[in-house]
């Protein structure tokens, strides 16, 4: 796939998704980025922003299978994965395939389900495959885990521990929609949604060969640096116990990676790294304080600190490393 086929495609993708949610293009922006990448998401917000419509307008603009998973205390990991029975007509076991085997699975209010539970979800996440009874099967291609979860109601709830944050390729924040966008989501959703009479734009062939764009967006030696010196930074943070790993820098280029390609270019440049600095590494850090006087994320304001403070890698060295690309 090419420059010019995948900024299509995505552009054909936001402009149906935003015929559904109104007023979220960058929030829609970096699901279609954590599409293209390989990786899972996050959702955190109140009830009743649109997390869960968010989820299934992406399955129905790219004709893709679609499961749901509502995460309850009493959830099992077979109710994830699916279980081997005994057919009494064949005389022999048979595996039932869970809601897992899917291409989009939405975990709705995932921290309610045991850690036990959650756990049934790492291998898939990260393996791309299910293990039972000493069985392994695979999951079909492409694979995405859309999660939710809602930051106040946390009585008897589970949190995810940072191990399975980590597998998430971005947490992003739905947010209330402003005056303009809350009359507008009235005045669409006011006789009927418009989900159910939404078409697909796009199918699983459209994606073949997305991974093509990561061996040809071209990453300078300083914006290398550069992102290596901004994971570094969290590391040595007094406010931050647990910096980002290795495997948040990986996160963090190959993000970068997509938001130039998706926007036409086949370089990345230090407005790239700073976009995806926040929903790539925020949820990978465990800080001292939870929250900010503001309501948000107390990551978000280190991490505002850092890009501050890391130098930005100069225009004209970028030119030079990119041949004037």
Not at 186 to 193: G, H, I, P
């Amino acid at each position: 796939m090419d420059l010019i086929a995948l900024k299509a495609l995505t552009d054909k993708l936001l402009g149906n998704i935003e015929k559904v949610i109104v007023g979220k293009e960058d929030v829609i922006r970096q699901l279609l980025i954590s599409l293209i990448c390989g990786g899972h998401v996050l959702l955190e917000d109140v009830p009743g922003t649109g997390k869960t419509l968010l989820a299934k307008t992406l399955s129905k603009s790219l004709s893709l299978k679609f499961s749901r998973i509502q995460f309850t205390p009493d959830l099992l990991p077979t109710d994830i994965t699916g279980i081997h029975y005994y057919n009494q007509k064949q005389e022999e076991f048979i595996f039932r395939k869970g809601p897992v085997f899917t291409n989009i699975l939405l975990a709705d209010e995932i921290n309610r389900a045991t850690p036990r539970t959650q756990s049934s979800l790492l291998e898939c996440m990260e393996e791309r495959q299910v293990s039972i009874d000493g069985e392994t099967q695979l999951l079909d291609a492409p694979f995405m885990v859309i999660a939710t979860q809602n930051p106040i109601e946390t009585l008897g709830t589970f949190p995810l521990p940072e191990a399975q944050l980590d597998r998430f390729l971005m947490k992003i924040y739905m947010g209330y929609p402003d005056t303009d966008e809350g009359v507008e989501i009235l005045k669409r959703f006011q006789y009927e949604s418009p989900l159910p009479s939404l078409e697909p734009v796009a199918g699983k062939e459209d994606l073949q060969g997305v991974e093509d764009i990561f061996k040809n967006t071209f990453v300078s030696e300083d914006m290398y640096s550069y992102i290596v010196k901004i994971v570094e930074a969290t590391r040595n943070h007094p406010d931050v116990i647990l910096g980002v790993s290795p495997r948040g820098s990986q996160a963090l280029l190959r993000t970068s990676q997509a938001l130039a390609a998706i926007n036409g270019r086949d370089y990345v440049l230090p407005d790239d790294v700073k976009a995806m600095v926040k929903p790539v590494m925020a949820h990978r850090m465990v800080t001292r304080h939870v929250g900010s006087d503001s309501g948000k994320p107390a990551a978000w304001g280190i991490l505002d600190q850092i890009l501050k403070r890391v130098p930005v890698p100069t225009e004209e060295r970028l030119i030079s490393q990119t041949g004037g690309r």
